[in-house]
Structures are given as C-alpha cells and as structure tokens.
C-alpha cells in the first residue's frame, strides 16, 4: 500500500522519482491520466510493527512501565506528556504491549494510508478501495507487517517468520478462508477491474478483514477514524512509515 512521498511505502513498496515521478498524494496534479479506469486498493494491517518476540518477552511490563519509555519518545516529537496522555487513552482496556502495537501502527501505517487513499481518490480515472486487515491466524497472533502476503501465499513461509515454537504450524479452517477472501480479491480486481458496488470506492466506504463468520465487513467509517481525527488534531500523523 503506497503511503506518501517519493521513495516512501509499505509492504516494501517504493516508489522511485526517476521512474514514478508524480507522488500518490499529488495525483490529481499529474500530467498524466490512464485511459480507463485504474482500480487502486490502499491496504494495511492493524498492528504492521508487532514484533514477534514480543510474545516471549514483551517491552513492557506495565502501563506505568510504557509511559515511562514513551515519555522521551513523544518528547522528541515536540510532544508533551499530556499528548502523551491523551494518545494512549485512545487505547483503553488493552495491555500496554497492544497500546503501543496500535498506536505506532495507527500514526504511521493506518492513518497516512486513510490520508493518501483520499487524496489519491481526486485523482481522474482511479478508483480507490480501502482494505483495513485486524484478522488474527488460528494461533491469534496480532495482524503484523507482511501477514497478507504470507496468507495469499499459502503460509509457506510461516515457520521460518515465528521462530522455533511455531514451526509446526498448520493453516486452521479460519486461516485458509481468509486466504480465500485475499485470493478472490485479486482475482476480482484483476479480471473485472472493480470490487464492485459491495464494497465501494473510498472515500465512503472501506473493507474490513476481521475475525467473523464472514471475515469482510464493509463501513462507511474510514479505518480508525475517530482515532485518526485525534492523531491528526495533534500533528501526529505526519511519520508514515518509509523504506530508507
């Protein structure tokens, strides 16, 4: 899903200025329109910088514990401890390794893609669609960076990413319909050139992946909205994620 500026992406998408030189965000200023409509899905995955180790040894061990470590952290971003306060009651309820998972995805994955799939829908002759990924595998691991790719690859490569106590790992009957569901994505968007009036462009309408029954849900919110608009109202939203 590509996020901001000139090499600037996520899931290893870079989008190189000698090549693309119009970025997602300026397309509507572009000299250049395609011939027909050009379906775009902008997508991430709900907690993109989980990290697997984690779950044996968490970063934090309290809530007290995570202010005290976020503290400097907000304080290099200009960010009082009130901001700091404020943030994280956006989180109520979690663990404090949840709370920091999901608000360092929030401010620079799922709130700058909620940004430029907006501004990318200005564009003439692009349809955008908004998929937002909060779906867990049947080991009910957090959705981390690269899990799409890994399910619509038929999980080969899920041993190796979690370590020796997962290496027996086994696609659940949950695991391979949500691969189901990526895979007639794609074949949709590829063949039909649309995800049809079910799920609709965006603004206006976004796709959630999640654990139910039915695995989609469509919503006329955008993802993380109302915590997005907070994000926002404090200059939070400014740090997408990029490849160096």
């Not at 009910?140 to 190796?160: K, L, R, V």
């Not at 849900?217 to 915590?227: C, G, K």
Request: net charge negative; glycine share 4%.
């Amino acid at each position: 899903a590509v996020v901001s500026t000139q090499s600037t992406g996520l899931g290893l998408v870079v989008i190189d200025p000698i090549v693309v030189t119009t970025t997602p965000r300026e397309l509507q200023n572009a000299d250049f329109t395609p011939d027909t409509t050009l379906p775009i899905v902008i997508s991430n995955l709900e907690q993109e910088n989980y990290q697997l180790q984690w779950i044996l040894e968490p970063p934090f061990t309290s809530m007290e514990d995570l202010k005290e470590q976020a503290k400097p952290l907000f304080a290099n971003l200009g960010k009082s401890e009130d901001v700091m306060n404020q943030v994280i009651d956006l989180y109520p309820d979690l663990d404090p390794v949840s709370v920091w998972s999901l608000m360092t995805c929030d401010m620079r994955s799922t709130c700058p893609c909620n940004d430029v799939a907006r501004e990318m829908s200005l564009a003439s002759n692009r349809d955008i669609y908004r998929l937002y990924i909060t779906h867990r595998c049947s080991l009910m691991i957090p959705p981390i960076h690269e899990y799409d790719a890994i399910a619509i690859f038929g999980y080969i490569i899920f041993p190796n990413l979690f370590y020796d106590i997962y290496y027996t790992f086994v696609p659940q009957e949950v695991d391979l319909k949500f691969q189901t569901h990526l895979i007639d994505m794609v074949v949709q968007l590829t063949e039909d050139k649309s995800l049809g009036d079910d799920w609709g462009v965006f603004p206006g309408k976004s796709m959630i992946y999640e654990n139910s029954e039915e695995i989609s849900r469509v919503t006329s919110d955008e993802p993380q909205e109302a915590v997005c608009e907070k994000l926002t109202e404090l200059d939070l939203v400014k740090y997408g994620l990029q490849n160096k």
